[in-house]
């Protein structure tokens, strides 16, 4: 339900946490100057998509701000989640394609696997409470610093052999992992986890935030929970380019980590559309 909000004070806080990161870590502020901001109520949380002009939107939902994110380090924790789906261009990989047929075709398992590899690059004390972590699948054994392919093809095995239960924490998380109504279903998107798009969609699969999916979350959208988001997730490229987040370099068998360019190729989060969250 919608709330009232100051939006000149909103677009000061939100400007003010950026300054924060930027002042923490100046590796974020190239990525903050090619991200344009829109407050919105399109996700339940933040999310990140591909701009008409080239660079990305990052949509910070109203609400989930000013309630959900009081706390200045979870204000960090989410953009920086959001950017972080940008540095590993998870928003062009999510619509990676192999002979003719998306290589992710899961936006919803993409979207948790790209919450997995941006959220290990942020402080534990940013994330807010069921977030994605690797711990949240503890009889995966999941490896540290491994790039989004590695997280999806563990996952997608693992949601195959149990028959679509995932765990309660996977469900809970799109951009920065908005909790869960205990239906089975993204709250990103509030699509089925295990739904497959369509070959001729154009969703980005991923948010933490959670949301829907892409705008943060991951049809490539945290939810980033923040959302990935938990918004629908989804994202990123398949190339690499300088490496980011201290991942280690890919390697033939797709087990490796997330490398980042120094631009985004399209967006991050969890969303429709190419949009991803948290």
Known sequence: MSTSYDSAKLQDQISSTCIDLIMEDAFFGHFLL?????????????WVRPSSDDKVLMGINPNFWTTELKKKDFRMG???????????????????RSGGRRQYPNAKLFNIAADLVVNQYVESSWLIDGAVKLQSFPDLNL???????????KLDDFYKDQMGNLPQEAQSSSDLGESGDGTGKCPSCGKEI???????????????????????????????????????DGESSDESGD??????????????SDESGDESGGGSGDSEDGESSD
Request: aromatic residues 4%.
């Open 34 to 46: 090619s991200i344009n901001r829109e407050i919105s109520e399109d996700g339940p949380t933040l």
């Open 78 to 96: 989410c953009i920086k989640h959001e950017v972080l789906h940008v540095v590993f261009k998870h928003l062009t990989r999510a619509q990676e």
């Open 143 to 153: 490896r540290k610093e491994m790039d989004v392919s590695y997280y999806y093809n």
């Open 194 to 232: 295990g739904e497959s798009d369509d070959e001729s969609g154009d969703e980005s699969g991923g948010g933490s935030g959670d949301s829907e999916d892409g705008e943060s979350s991951d049809e490539s959208g945290d939810e980033s929970g923040g959302g990935s988001g938990d918004s629908e």
């Open 243 to 256: 490496e980011s987040g201290g991942g280690s370099g890919d390697s033939e068998d797709g087990e490796s």
